[in-house]
């Protein structure tokens, strides 16, 4: 016990750091990294995202009890949340807010009735997906979608609804819409599992260049 209390009293200056540092990335900000491609072409596999927790909460360290609402996630956000759904950490985009309608026909998207905006080339990339700038009711942000190579996923996700968001709860989005695991699978988010807002990209490393950073990538706004 002797021995215990002399190495805390030697050590006691780093174990106070470590403290605070866990505290402030339970409840102040953190990075989350991104192993899929979900979220693609915002976001690619390997980046580093920087969250802001105090985005819509402040919480109590370690917990997901809000001890004050700060703000409510406004839709375009960015959010990660711990899914209880799937069981782990995702980060999507915020699509629906409380009761919006919300249907999707051949991944074009309406909300409360207004059919959403889409501009862009439509010529294919080499594995015959789009991208798409969605004009999402003044948030403007790119989509991927599958395109004729790949008529068998549009099958199962490009089209839905309407439905109605529940009230305390959310509808996000991958902006890979072909290949994302959201709201379309796991059903509406639960405002109390998101956990925070990301906005930009802290570092990024390569999985296909033996995870040499990309350098273009650092800080890079989303």
Not at 43 to 52: A, Q
Not at 92 to 120: C, H, Q
Not at 149 to 169: L, M
């Amino acid at each position: 016990m002797r021995k215990l209390l002399k190495l805390l009293k030697q050590n006691h200056s780093l174990i106070l750091f470590v403290s605070l540092m866990l505290v402030f990335r339970s409840a102040v900000a953190d990075w989350n990294s991104v192993p899929t491609g979900s979220m693609k072409p915002t976001i690619v596999e390997g980046d580093r995202l920087l969250v802001n927790k105090m985005a819509y909460d402040l919480r109590v360290p370690f917990t997901h009890i809000s001890i004050a609402k700060l703000a409510d996630p406004q839709r375009g956000d960015i959010v990660v949340f711990d899914s209880k759904a799937s069981n782990k950490k995702l980060v999507k985009r915020v699509i629906g807010l409380p009761n919006d309608s919300i249907s999707m026909r051949d991944n074009v998207l309406s909300i409360n009735d207004e059919t959403i905006a889409y501009s862009g080339t439509g010529l294919p990339n080499a594995d015959g997906s789009e991208m798409r700038t969605e004009h999402l009711l003044g948030i403007n942000h790119q989509v991927k979608v599958a395109g004729i190579a790949g008529q068998g996923v549009i099958s199962r996700q490009s089209s839905f609804g309407p439905i109605t968001v529940p009230e305390g709860h959310y509808l996000v989005l991958g902006d890979n819409r072909d290949h994302s695991s959201d709201s379309r699978m796991i059903g509406f988010v639960p405002r109390a599992e998101i956990v925070g807002r990301s906005s930009s990209v802290v570092f990024s490393a390569n999985y296909d260049n033996y995870y040499l950073p990309r350098q273009e990538r650092f800080f890079h706004s989303l």
